[in-house]
């Protein structure tokens, strides 16, 4: 499903909402600041993932 923002899809998807929670605080932070390019728990779990990919 698709939403306005981040906001919208933690507020609406209780396991988007336990993803980001157990996210590092770094790539919180990048997924807040980009917030309005957040439209899914899909395209959050991306955004983290390039995020980290270099922490591998």
């Known amino acids: 499903m698709k939403y306005d923002n ?3 899809v933690l ?8 993803y980001f929670d157990k996210l590092p605080g770094y790539v919180r ?3 807040v600041i980009h917030a309005s390019k957040v439209d899914s728990f899909e ?4 955004y983290a993932q390039n995020l980290t990919c270099s922490d591998n």
């Open 29 to 31: 932070e990048e997924l």
């Open 43 to 46: 395209s959050m779990q991306d």
């Open 11 to 18: 507020d609406n998807e209780p396991d988007a909402k336990a």
């Open 6 to 8: 981040l906001y919208a």
